[in-house]
T-cell receptor, first 111, second 113 residues
Framework: LAKTTQPISMDSYEGQEVNITCSHNNIATNDYITWYQQFPSQGPRFIIQGYKTKVTNEVASLFIPADRKSSTLSLPRVSLSDTAVYYCLVGDDRNTDKLIFGTGTRLQVFP | DVKVTQSSRYLVKRTGEKVFLECVQDMDHENMFWYRQDPGLGLRLIYFSYDVKMKEKGDIPEGYSVSREKKERFSLILESASTNQTSMYLC????????????FGSGTQLSVL
């Protein structure tokens, strides 16, 4: 199974850049890497998705090395409202349509 | 915007009861999923479905079944609820194709007493 490994928690201060790395050693050739954000008492919501190299949108950047065995979500200049749990998601290597979440990284942003 | 609606926000049931959790999506998505979320364990996949009347087991299907009679509706069934099924249940949908993003409902917090 294409499991993912992320840090359990991270702390930051407002205005700093935050980088969260996810390991996914068994990622399949056709798998995409997707990151979700979850606030308390809500379902996760999509942040960003990529296949290789770098992807950037209005919220975050995603860096993926050539071997694709890891990925890094980068949040520029975080604010208090970025305090949430962030999940890295890749397709299962036996069934690429089966989506498996990692345990998530709890990001706490301080004033 | 895609809307995924779960029928109940909070639910309290007794051990041994049959429990139905309903989920409806309004964007004609082929794929639908049921997850449960417990502190320290993240989201775990229970069942998923790629089409009407189709279902596939996820990581933790024991004690659960599902029904998908219509494309927009995916039901999770606890045949005989137990206390270890107390959890937050999240439904999601996505269009077909690898890498398509998931759209989640707000969740149902189920307590089994």
């Amino acid at each position: 199974l294409a499991k993912t490994t992320q840090p359990i928690s991270m702390d930051s201060y407002e205005g700093q850049e935050v980088n969260i790395t996810c390991s996914h050693n068994n990622i399949a050739t056709n798998d995409y890497i997707t990151w979700y954000q979850q606030f308390p008492s809500q379902g996760p919501r999509f942040i960003i998705q990529g296949y290789k190299t770098k992807v950037t949108n209005e919220v975050a950047s995603l860096f993926i090395p050539a071997d694709r065995k890891s990925s890094t979500l980068s949040l520029p200049r975080v604010s208090l409202s970025d305090t949430a749990v962030y999940y890295c998601l890749v397709g299962d290597d036996r069934n690429t349509d089966k989506l498996i979440f990692g345990t998530g990284t709890r990001l706490q942003v301080f004033p | 915007d895609v809307k995924v609606t779960q029928s109940s926000r909070y639910l309290v049931k007794r051990t041994g009861e049959k429990v139905f959790l309903e989920c409806v999506q309004d964007m004609d998505h082929e794929n639908m999923f049921w997850y449960r979320q417990d502190p320290g364990l993240g989201l775990r996949l229970i069942y998923f479905s790629y089409d009407v009347k189709m279902k596939e087991k996820g990581d933790i299907p024991e004690g659960y079944s599902v029904s998908r009679e219509k494309k927009e509706r995916f039901s999770l069934i606890l045949e005989s609820a137990s206390t270890n099924q107390t959890s937050m249940y999240l439904c999601a949908s996505s269009p077909t194709g690898v890498g398509e993003k998931l759209f989640f409902g707000s969740g149902t917090q189920l307590s089994v007493l």
